[in-house]
Antibody, heavy 122, light 107 residues
């Protein structure tokens, strides 16, 4: 049974870089059957897709965040990472990582981590 | 970029009601639509993928339909556990986008 767990600092200063880790257990992230993705949700608001990584290397990002986002992976540790630069208060949110099966043409996010809250404040 | 709209934004219903939520995409996405249920303080739960495929373990009262630009999520008989917020999500050209959500509350 695949499980995901987000981790990282809960407080980031404005203009600094937000860095989060998603640790995956129960299945390899270098599989060609899944995308691995980051999503965020400001308090009381909707879901926003950030980007995804595939086979530990190929990435795609939401166009509105593309200039500030990097998603990478360490397949030896079965972890993938989110870096978001030049953060502002608007980046304060609950950040989720999730898995996306692709082999059956699903493209639905079927396994999610519990989320980690990041606050941007001085 | 593909924009998603959902209607209604809020829906008040009673246990046993048939509930329909609509999601529209600004351009055709084929059948690449998924639906999620989210309860307060919890991660979203996948209900439907590929527009009409029921995720394993999801009750059969949930169903999805549509293709192209218009999609619906239907709950055939609303149960107490179904009061939550529902999101649609599209996939097109390697980009994912969520709809703004529909909150289903008790009438």
């Amino acid at each position: 049974q695949v499980q995901l767990q987000e981790s990282g600092p809960g407080l980031v200063r404005p203009s600094q870089t937000l860095s989060l880790t998603c640790t995956v257990s129960g299945g390899p992230i270098n599989s060609d059957s899944h995308y691995w993705t980051w999503i965020r949700q400001p308090a009381g608001k909707g879901l926003e897709w950030i980007g995804r990584i595939y086979t530990g290397r190929s990435t795609t990002y939401d166009p509105s965040l593309k200039s500030r986002v990097t998603i990478s992976a360490d397949t030896s540790k079965n972890q993938f990472f989110l870096k978001l630069t030049s953060v502002t208060a608007a980046d304060t949110a609950l950040y989720y990582c999730a898995r996306i099966p692709i082999n059956d043409g699903s493209y639905g996010m079927d396994v999610w981590g519990p989320g980690t809250t990041v606050t941007v404040s001085s | 970029d593909i924009q998603m709209t959902q209607s209604p934004s809020t829906l008040s219903a009673s246990v046993g009601d048939r509930v329909t939520i609509t999601c529209r995409a600004s351009q055709s996405i084929g059948s690449w639509m998924a639906w999620y249920q989210q309860k307060p303080g919890k991660a979203p739960k996948l209900l439907i993928y590929k527009a009409s495929s029921l995720e394993s373990g999801v009750p059969s009262r949930f169903s999805g339909s549509g293709s192209g630009t218009e999609f619906t999520l239907t709950i055939s008989s609303l149960q107490p556990d179904d009061f939550a917020t529902y999101y649609c999500q599209q996939y097109h050209n390697l980009i994912f986008t969520f709809g703004p959500g529909t909150k289903v509350d008790i009438k």
